[in-house]
T-cell receptor, first 113, second 116 residues
Framework: GDSVTQMEGPVTLSEEAFLTINCTYT??????LFWYVQYPGEGLQLLLK?????DKGSNKGFEATYRKETTSFHLEKGSVQVSDSAVYFCALSDLNTGNQFYFGTGTSLTVIP | EAEVAQSPRYKITEKSQAVAFWCDPI?????LYWYRQILGQGPELLVQFQDESVVDDSQLPKDRFSAERLKGVDSTLKIQPAELGDSAMYLC???????WGTGELFFGEGSRLTVL
């Protein structure tokens, strides 16, 4: 079945450091891929998405490219800020499974000044 | 800005008691999801509704969990009896018909359950 494997955390970075959080997926069809973010005390919210191979999603300085050949969707940011401290979830949805979403286990990021 | 409303935010109960969570999705959203999120893990789908119909409840422990969305609007998730292992965050999310396949899931803030 469909699944998402996400880099283990927690990750601690200094402000302005480069961030990469790895995500790989397994899917039978042609899924859409997403990164969701959960700030402390809040619900999950969509950060970015890509709906087909080679698409790049971007938002708030974060980027991720849908790589079908490596079944990956790694999240990157060139210069993190303290306000980026949150838990990041990679996810996929597959219309073949009735738009069910499959989430990774989450990666906790802490950015220190 | 429209939000998904959930209540209660926090619930502490003793094992074997009944507990209920309520969710009001964004107005007009046809699809409603209930997820369980255990600390340190990703959300796990419990049940998915399309309007008032259940689309997927394959992961719902039906011996103790039930969910309904009678008029296709708000929804209630019930646990009876609660067990220690049910301690988790219960998340509700909704999406519009246009949101299918696009990732536009809107989550509420969740209901945190602690079973003693």
């Amino acid at each position: 079945g469909d699944s998402v494997t996400q880099m283990e955390g927690p990750v601690t970075l200094s402000e302005e450091a480069f961030l990469t959080i790895n995500c790989t997926y397994t899917a039978t069809g042609y899924p859409s891929l997403f990164w969701y973010v959960q700030y402390p005390g809040e619900g999950l919210q969509l950060l970015l998405k890509a709906t087909k191979a080679d698409d790049k999603g971007s938002n708030k300085g974060f980027e991720a490219t849908y790589r079908k050949e490596t079944t990956s969707f790694h999240l990157e940011k060139g210069s993190v800020q303290v306000s980026d401290s949150a838990v990041y979830f990679c996810a996929l949805s597959d219309l073949n499974t009735g738009n069910q979403f499959y989430f990774g286990t989450g990666t906790s990021l802490t950015v220190i000044p | 800005e429209a939000e998904v409303a959930q209540s209660p935010r926090y619930k502490i109960t003793e094992k074997s008691q009944a507990v209920a969570f309520w969710c009001d999705p964004i107005s007009g959203h046809a699809t409603l999801y209930w997820y369980r999120q255990i600390l340190g893990q990703g959300p796990e789908l419990l049940v998915q509704f399309q309007d008032e119909s259940v689309v997927d409840d394959s992961q719902l422990p039906k011996d103790r969990f039930s969910a309904e969305r009678l008029k296709g609007v708000d929804s209630t998730l019930k646990i009876q009896p609660a067990e220690l292992g049910d301690s988790a965050m219960y998340l509700c999310a909704s999406s519009s018909r246009e949101g299918w396949g696009t990732g536009e899931l809107f989550f509420g803030e969740g209901s945190r359950l602690t079973v003693l």
